[in-house]
């Protein structure tokens, strides 16, 4: 069964410009997040020119088992373009990245490639370009399949207008996605296995000698402003205490209103730290607040991929758990980063 794709909603930015589609290749790892491997990826296009680069998805390529199974490739397809129409492009642009002979005679996924432009056109969305790549790292071999005849090598990611700004705004490229997973992964497991059992101690009424865990919310939010305090200064510290205390009081309503506030405007970037950091050093089930609270700002970054292994992480640790399961609805539906920020930010007047 084909995995759900991964979506990046794009946000206004300035404009730049995007010259061949070896710098669109390049362009990939930056807005997933990791380098892609073995992947359909699939970009809208819009705005004013039918051309601006809007909603990205990642789906797997079929099984090397089956690289032109008819029904995988129609699967896979129909995932993908599925997901794409949610940013009502004008066009798309599609690249398969796979690993191939040394040169490839013929271009990997042909059948795959058909059935996404069929699945496009069927859907009166132009495909503007539908190209293959080795890989999407510098000094890769990239080719369009046909009619276009266009072949060439990726170009240095570092040397492109749109990677160095989109570095620049914080977002870091990892190796791959699984990597990007590790990233928010339970931390240290003895330490881990201490705080679980402190928290028990705690909420069984037993006395805990590093610090009490919260209950009211005026408290918990004190604890929460000077945490995002500290991460704002680049002195957060993550003691035994601390992470009692904010993960009793995330789990407050009025203390995680405040904190879903908190991914956005100006200090943003220190409540995603915190977030993060939070979720790697939090018990399970307790890790689901911060995990879904970093979902929630990887999505006003436009950060499809850290979203949904941060979701992932909340599922995992506590099944079912309401906010997580709005955050991902949000997720799913393709919203835009300035649709949400609306919200927040009505919300908080």
Do not use: K
């Amino acid at each position: 069964m084909t995995p759900p794709a991964e979506q990046l909603p794009v946000d206004s930015h300035p404009v730049l410009r995007v010259r061949d589609q070896g710098e669109l290749v390049a362009a990939v790892p930056a807005m997933l997040g990791f380098h892609p491997r073995e992947s359909l990826v699939l970009i809208a296009t819009g705005g004013r020119s039918g051309r601006r680069l809007g909603l990205t998805l990642r789906v797997d390529l079929p099984p090397p088992e089956h690289p032109d199974h008819a029904e995988h490739a129609e699967l896979i397809a129909a995932s993908a373009v599925s997901g794409v129409l949610l940013d009502e492009p004008a066009g798309a642009v599609a690249l398969v990245v796979s690993e191939s002979g040394d040169p490839p005679e013929v271009l990997p996924h042909l059948l795959l490639a058909g059935r996404v432009a069929s699945a496009l056109e069927a859907r009166h969305v132009p495909l503007q370009a539908m190209v293959w790549a080795e890989r999407t790292a510098g000094g890769a071999r990239w080719a369009c399949y046909e009619p276009c005849s266009c072949a060439g090598l990726v170009p240095d990611p570092s040397g492109t207008a749109f990677v160095a700004a989109v570095v620049a705004e914080g977002r870091v490229v990892l190796a791959d996605r699984a990597e990007l997973t590790a990233f928010v992964a339970p931390a240290d497991a003895a330490r881990i296995r201490r705080r679980e059992e402190m928290l028990i101690r705690a909420t069984d009424g037993d006395p805990v000698d590093d610090g009490p865990i919260v209950v009211e919310a005026s408290a918990g939010i004190d604890v929460l402003h000077t945490a995002l305090a500290d991460a704002a200064a680049g002195r957060l510290e993550l003691s035994d205490a601390r992470v009692l205390a904010l993960a009793t009081a995330l789990g407050i309503d009025e203390v995680r209103a405040t904190a879903l506030r908190r991914c956005a405007g100006p200090h943003a970037a220190a409540a995603e730290q915190l977030w993060a950091a939070l979720t790697r050093e939090t018990p399970d089930p307790e890790a689901a607040e911060p995990a879904a609270l970093l979902a929630m700002s990887a999505l006003l970054r436009g950060d499809g991929a850290l979203a949904n292994v941060a979701l992932d992480r909340a599922e995992g640790a506590w099944p079912g758990h309401a906010f997580a399961a709005l955050v991902r609805r949000a997720a799913m539906a393709g919203l835009r980063p300035s649709a949400i920020r609306e919200v927040l930010t009505r919300d908080s007047r």
